[in-house]
């Protein structure tokens, strides 16, 4: 999904308010299954802190919630990096959501980061494999790979075989 922000006679500051409630949803779900809601809230902030530091550069890209999803994605990574090097890490396993397969978290963190953000967003999210394709920079059938070899991965994991 290309955001198209218009440029008739709005000024750059409601262009930007536009910008935001666009794409804003879209890419915090592309960071939440790497880092959580509270590091996706945290790094989602200095990607549109970001943005709009540079707004005249980023509103001219062809892609710019992609380019969002990127620096907020570095952003948090180096916050979790921060942070594993403050506190000590929790047990794996050690909150489990409610009605939710014991063994999932630990397959998802199995799963290479590529293959755990496309199975989140296409099979957790509902998102087409083209919306994921644009938010991640990669093409459909990247994605389209990435959710056949992630789901594979977690059928294994979890010991599921498919019906027949």
């Known amino acids: 999904m290309v955001v198209v922000v218009p440029n008739d006679g709005v000024d750059e500051q409601e262009r930007f308010r536009l910008f935001v409630r666009a794409v804003e949803r879209r890419v915090w779900l592309g960071l939440v299954s790497d880092l959580g ?9 200095q990607g549109l ?15 710019p919630s992609g380019y ?10 180096d ?11 929790a047990a794996p396993g050690a909150v489990l959501l409610p009605d939710v397969e014991p063994g999932l978290a630990d397959a998802l963190a199995a799963l290479s980061p590529n293959q755990r953000r496309a199975v989140f967003l296409v099979e957790a999210c509902g998102w087409t494999l083209a919306e994921a394709a644009d ?11 990435h959710v056949a070899r992630g ?4 059928r294994k994991q979890l010991e599921v075989e498919l019906d027949a």
């Open 135 to 145: 938010l991640l920079g990669v093409s459909v059938s990247t994605v389209r790979n």
């Open 68 to 77: 969002v999803f990127r620096v907020a994605q570095r952003a948090g990574r």
């Open 49 to 63: 802190a970001h943005a709009w530091q540079h707004w005249g550069r980023v509103s001219a890209m062809e892609n």
């Open 151 to 154: 789901m594979a991965g977690l």
């Open 37 to 45: 809601p509270d590091g996706a809230d945290d790094a989602l902030a």
């Open 79 to 89: 916050a979790a990096e921060r942070r594993a090097r403050s506190y000590p890490l």
